[in-house]
């Protein structure tokens, strides 16, 4: 028969077990994630860091830039999604290449690679005007790295 603490010593090493696998198992895309059906996210395994022209469910061989063309401006959350976000400004020529890639809009996506996955994914809906643009981030993990890849603006007095 078992006394009372050794119930109780039960309970709680049960306890902390159960909180333990819960924590640990693994977690379904969180709500701040794509929308995107997996099957229609591409292969990026190999592919260098930087943002891709897809066009028609095809990815392009080339980035239309890599992130030694942006400054990151700001980053934050949007409230009523949980997803993170981010905006860039670009140099002139990576802008001019986005620009040529989002005038004709239809079947064409955007597909920011970092480290071999995508960090973002977006239908082209609007022609990118401008050297400044903001996205999303799919996967707030790879968002994170990407963030080490592109040099945070500075700040003019």
Request: include cysteine.
């Given at each position: 028969?078992?006394?009372r603490?050794?119930?109780?010593?039960?309970?709680a090493?049960?306890a902390?077990?159960?909180?333990?696998?819960?924590?640990?198992?693994?977690r379904a895309?969180?709500?701040?994630?794509c929308?995107?059906p997996s099957?229609e996210?591409?292969?990026?395994?190999g592919r260098?860091n930087?943002?891709?022209?897809?066009?028609?469910?095809?990815?392009?061989?080339?980035?239309i830039?890599?992130?030694?063309?942006?400054?990151?401006?700001?980053?934050?959350v949007?409230e009523?999604?949980?997803?993170?976000?981010?905006?860039?400004?670009?140099?002139d020529?990576a802008?001019?290449?986005?620009?040529?890639?989002?005038a004709?809009m239809?079947?064409?996506?955007?597909v920011?690679?970092?480290?071999?996955?995508?960090?973002?994914?977006h239908?082209v809906k609007?022609?990118?005007?401008?050297?400044?643009?903001?996205?999303?981030?799919?996967?707030?993990?790879?968002?994170?790295?990407w963030?080490?890849?592109v040099?945070?603006?500075?700040r003019?007095?």
């Amino acid at each position: 028969m078992c006394s009372r603490p050794m119930i109780a010593r039960r309970a709680a090493l049960a306890a902390a077990t159960a909180l333990l696998l819960v924590a640990c198992a693994p977690r379904a895309r969180p709500a701040a994630s794509c929308d995107i059906p997996s099957s229609e996210s591409p292969d990026v395994t190999g592919r260098a860091n930087g943002l891709y022209g897809m066009k028609n469910g095809v990815l392009l061989d080339a980035p239309i830039f890599r992130y030694d063309a942006l400054t990151r401006t700001e980053a934050g959350v949007d409230e009523a999604s949980g997803k993170r976000w981010l905006r860039f400004e670009m140099r002139d020529d990576a802008a001019r290449a986005l620009q040529a890639f989002t005038a004709d809009m239809e079947g064409k996506s955007v597909v920011a690679v970092v480290d071999g996955a995508v960090a973002a994914q977006h239908k082209v809906k609007a022609k990118i005007e401008g050297t400044t643009f903001q996205v999303s981030c799919c996967d707030p993990a790879v968002c994170e790295r990407w963030l080490t890849h592109v040099p945070v603006a500075s700040r003019r007095p």
